[in-house]
């Protein structure tokens, strides 16, 4: 039986077999729900290395590592889906797949909990209870966590703790990024026509303007927020399309506007949400015309409970390979890692460091210039590992 520092050791001894398999995921991307070849290399590799693998949904893959008599399961996700990005990064691994990038380093998350998997899997015996791998498609399209849920990813065993990390070019290479309560925002969208009465531009009197149902409309929620909601509470509400009309001459039967909504409180997202109908339906009302409201829900807040954020904090410590660590505030974006934490309320979501000005790694996620600095994989690899073994180890 061997101890933690055992397994950094095997972790860090592995680096090259993680950027390796970086890089030929990197260099063959699939957008989400088409991840089949991935899917293919996450299954192979996890066979090769005697962990049991099973298949829920069309693309992504389950695994499960059991150690050394009965205990508690940790799930760690890695999201395997590239993004319709044209690369331009000039790099010799660069995507294969014209029009399809791996902008958002989901590349490197499956490769660095490949690698976890391989070193957990070779100390079975020194850990007790399960670890359970997730390997989810479609994240990019906030459906693959659900898909994977829906398909029973979190049952047989049900995990007690659940781990994901992203990788983070805003911060050092190596760094471990780590935010206590909500980490990154729910994300809904909207789109709203609004249902005049068309006819000539030189006799609005005849006519149910929905031009200016619009405008009225899209100015009272902009003040939304700014009136209604605590200013230490985050939110966003953006309109961000605006479609009406065809000529200077006619006033055009309908009109239609869409956006997003951003915040980092439930309680506050559904307030909003229940404001935003309501303006959005009354206001045009009051001109005489009708709206058609759509508001579609997305992805949840991610919320790190503080206590895993806590227990995560001493692992690292006890790895000691760790050279950086950084609270983070959260942030706007959003992630369907939150579908996880809703469901296993025990667990957080890390992010990475990866940037080097040096190498040039320092475009953000979603560029198609997106660089990373390779040398912080192990450091993902490593986190998968500490955390996992202490958990399972704990009482
Ligand atoms: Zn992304
Ligand atoms: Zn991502």
Same mark, same amino acid.
């Given at each position: 039986?061997?101890?933690?520092?055992?397994?950094?050791?095997?972790?860090?001894?592995?680096?090259?077999?993680?950027?390796?398999?970086?890089?030929?995921? &990197?260099?063959?991307?699939?957008?989400?729900?088409?991840?089949?070849?991935?899917?293919?290399?996450?299954?192979?590799?996890?066979?090769? &290395?005697?962990?049991?693998?099973?298949?829920?949904?069309?693309?992504?893959?389950? =695994? !499960?590592?059991?150690?050394?008599?009965?205990?508690?399961?940790?799930?760690?996700?890695?999201?395997?889906?590239? !993004?319709?990005?044209?690369?331009?990064?000039?790099?010799?691994?660069?995507?294969?797949?014209?029009? %399809?990038?791996?902008?958002?380093? &989901?590349?490197?998350?499956?490769?660095?909990?490949? @690698?976890?998997?391989?070193?957990?899997?070779?100390?079975?015996?020194?850990?007790?209870?399960?670890?359970?791998?997730?390997?989810?498609?479609?994240?990019?399209?906030?459906? =693959?966590?659900?898909?994977?849920?829906?398909?029973?990813?979190?049952?047989?065993?049900?995990?007690?703790?659940?781990?994901?990390? &992203?990788?983070?070019?805003?911060?050092?290479?190596?760094?471990?990024?780590?935010?206590?309560?909500?980490?990154?925002?729910?994300?809904?969208?909207?789109? %709203?026509?609004?249902?005049?009465? =068309?006819?000539?531009?030189?006799?609005?009197?005849?006519?149910?303007?929905?031009?200016?149902?619009?405008?009225?409309? @899209?100015?009272?929620?902009?003040? !939304?927020?700014?009136?209604?909601?605590?200013?230490?509470?985050?939110?966003?509400?953006? @309109?961000?399309?605006?479609?009406?009309?065809?000529?200077?001459?006619?006033?055009?039967?309908?009109?239609?506007?869409?956006?997003?909504?951003?915040?980092?409180?439930?309680?506050?997202?559904?307030?909003?949400?229940?404001?935003?109908?309501?303006?959005?339906?009354?206001?045009?009302?009051?001109?005489?015309?009708?709206?058609?409201?759509?508001?579609?829900?997305?992805?949840?807040? %991610?919320?790190?409970?503080?206590?895993?954020?806590?227990?995560?904090?001493?692992?690292?410590?006890?790895?000691?390979?760790?050279?950086?660590?950084?609270?983070?505030?959260?942030?706007?974006?959003?992630?369907?890692?939150?579908?996880?934490?809703?469901?296993?309320?025990?667990?957080?979501?890390?992010?990475?460091?990866?940037?080097?000005?040096?190498?040039?790694?320092?475009?953000?996620?979603?560029?198609?210039?997106?660089?990373?600095?390779?040398?912080? !994989?192990?450091?993902?690899?490593?986190?998968?590992?500490?955390?996992?073994?202490?958990?399972?180890?704990?009482?």
């Amino acid at each position: 039986m061997k101890n933690l520092s055992d397994l950094m050791n095997e972790v860090f001894t592995l680096k090259d077999e993680i950027i390796s398999l970086r890089r030929d995921i &990197h260099e063959h991307p699939e957008l989400s729900f088409k991840e089949f070849r991935t899917t293919e290399l996450i299954v192979d590799y996890l066979k090769s &290395h005697g962990i049991e693998v099973s298949r829920p949904t069309p693309t992504g893959a389950v =695994g !499960l590592i059991k150690g050394n008599g009965e205990g508690k399961t940790i799930a760690l996700r890695a999201d395997i889906d590239a !993004l319709p990005i044209k690369e331009e990064t000039n790099l010799p691994f660069a995507s294969k797949n014209e029009g %399809v990038m791996h902008a958002c380093g &989901h590349d490197a998350h499956t490769a660095m909990l490949l @690698v976890a998997a391989r070193v957990l899997s070779e100390n079975r015996d020194s850990f007790k209870g399960t670890v359970k791998l997730l390997f989810q498609p479609a994240e990019e399209k906030a459906g =693959g966590a659900v898909q994977l849920i829906e398909a029973g990813a979190l049952q047989n065993p049900r995990p007690d703790a659940v781990m994901g990390i &992203h990788v983070w070019p805003y911060s050092e290479a190596g760094s471990i990024g780590y935010t206590r309560g909500p980490a990154m925002a729910s994300s809904d969208f909207f789109n %709203v026509k609004i249902i005049g009465k =068309g006819g000539h531009g030189a006799y609005p009197h005849n006519t149910i303007d929905p031009v200016n149902a619009l405008v009225h409309t @899209v100015s009272a929620l902009n003040s !939304l927020v700014g009136r209604t909601v605590n200013p230490l509470d985050s939110i966003v509400l953006s @309109v961000t399309t605006i479609h009406a009309g065809t000529a200077g001459n006619i006033v055009p039967e309908e009109a239609t506007f869409g956006g997003t909504v951003r915040a980092l409180n439930e309680d506050t997202r559904t307030r909003i949400e229940k404001l935003f109908k309501e303006i959005a339906s009354k206001i045009p009302e009051s001109f005489g015309a009708k709206s058609e409201i759509e508001y579609k829900r997305t992805t949840r807040v %991610v919320y790190n409970s503080p206590e895993f954020i806590d227990f995560m904090l001493e692992a690292v410590k006890e790895a000691g390979v760790f050279k950086k660590l950084e609270e983070l505030p959260p942030t706007m974006g959003s992630e369907d890692f939150s579908f996880y934490l809703e469901e296993i309320k025990y667990g957080g979501f890390i992010r990475l460091g990866v940037k080097n000005e040096k190498i040039g790694a320092v475009y953000g996620l979603h560029s198609p210039k997106f660089i990373i600095d390779e040398d912080a !994989l192990p450091y993902g690899t490593a986190l998968h590992v500490a955390v996992s073994y202490k958990f399972l180890n704990g009482e």
